[in-house]
């Protein structure tokens, strides 16, 4: 047995199929019937300039850089995917740098580092393994909502750029939308 649910009513061409037969294993999945237009796909690779150590709102310079193809989309997906192993991306509080602050106070005491910390990868630095654990610990990648053209986050939310490294460095950030 197959059923049509409609997502929303603009546009009507947009409807997702499912199947409650037993031996279906992908229960739902999206199909997009003409007339009208399919998804669209956008990818443009920005580089931040390199910041100090610690916890940057980035979401600005992103933003400047997607918003021509991002007006584009009424609804769909942000992939943020951050090329380093030595820096994150995070979304947190936007309005009080504090917070920035007390993040970064707060991975430096739980990741040790310098010449007495326990681990075994130093040959680019002391400041080096912390920060590939602490890039793991907050990711490298991001997805975001876009609705009616615009990024769909909180009013407190922002975009960070974790850096975790000593010397500051350029960072190279794949922004992939997708939608209608």
Known sequence: MQSSVLFSSKPAWVRA????SPVDT???AATVPGPG???????KTITLPPHRRGCHLVTS???KEIRPDLSEFKCGLAHLFLQHTSASLTINENYDSDVRDDTETF???????????????TLEGPDDMPAHIKSSMFGCALTVPITDGKLNMGTWQGIWLCEHRDAPTARK????LNGI
Request: a positive charge.
């Open 173 to 176: 950030v794949v922004v992939t």
């Open 107 to 121: 991975l430096n005491k739980i990741v040790p580092e310098g010449r007495s910390a326990p681990w075994k990868h």
């Open 37 to 43: 237009p399919g998804p669209k796909w956008a990818q």
């Open 17 to 20: 199929q499912y199947s409650t």
């Open 26 to 28: 992908n229960p739902m």
């Open 61 to 63: 310079q992103i933003l």
